[in-house]
């Protein structure tokens, strides 16, 4: 039988196909990262290895400090961003990193993506907010990400002459959270082409939010989500 960490292993393989399917990543950048839910662990991407050759156990298993627990490779360049989110987030199951074109020429420009269509209100609550520029090496990407989305409707976070952040309950979420995030970046992008894409109210994005987020879809129980 399959231990929890050899399905969490399995999933986060498989997620990573997922970021190949939608266009999301080039080369090996992009990662994706889960908690191993009661236990003070995750499991991410390791560094270096094309997206053909990932398979559930070339997965790296570490603590929440970073530390390699288990696998053949070093973790992912990233694994200290993941790890502070879930110090510091306990809600979150779940993180992705990518560089997807149109939401990095966001993040390129330190702009925000308006919530100016309702897939975005309905996923994002709100615009798609900027964090701060952070090189890698220390917590300051973990911090920035940590800093801009507590409290923050978005699922998602634009980090500075950088590329995307997401979080979720779980991987799966904060794969979706991506995938939306480079889709409404795409068409807000080309929306503005022609013209200023149109302001929703405010009521209307907290309605459907609110929706989405509470009534939406197959439930499994009163304001699943
Ligand atoms: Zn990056």
Not at 58 to 63: G, L, Q, R
Not at 180 to 197: N, Y
């Amino acid at each position: 039988m399959s231990s929890p960490i050899d399905l969490i292993r399995r999933q986060v393989s498989d997620l990573h196909q997922e970021l190949v399917r939608y266009n999301l990543v080039v080369w090996t950048a992009g990662n994706v990262s889960a908690r191993i839910p009661g236990e003070d662990l995750m499991v991410i991407k390791p560094s270096g290895v094309s997206y053909d050759e990932l398979t559930p156990d070339a997965m790296i298993v570490c603590d929440l400090d970073g530390t390699v627990v288990a696998g053949e490779h070093n973790p992912s360049s990233d694994t200290a961003a993941h790890a502070y989110v879930y110090r510091h987030m306990p809600e979150v199951g779940g993180v992705v990193h990518t560089h997807s074109t149109y939401a990095s020429a966001w993040a390129a420009r330190g702009e925000a993506v308006p919530c100016v269509l309702t897939a975005m209100a309905d996923e994002f609550g709100a615009e798609i907010p900027v964090g701060p520029f952070a090189l890698i090496g220390d917590d300051s990407i973990g911090r920035g990400i940590v800093d801009t989305l507590r409290g923050h409707r978005s699922p998602a976070v634009l980090m500075k002459s950088h590329g995307v952040f997401t979080i979720g309950k779980d991987a799966k979420a904060a794969v979706k959270a991506a995938v939306m995030c480079e889709d409404v970046a795409r068409t807000v992008h080309i929306s503005r082409q022609l013209g200023e894409p149109q302001p929703i109210a405010q009521a209307d994005i907290d309605h459907l939010n609110h929706r989405y987020q509470n009534v939406y879809g197959q439930q499994t129980a009163p304001a699943a989500r």
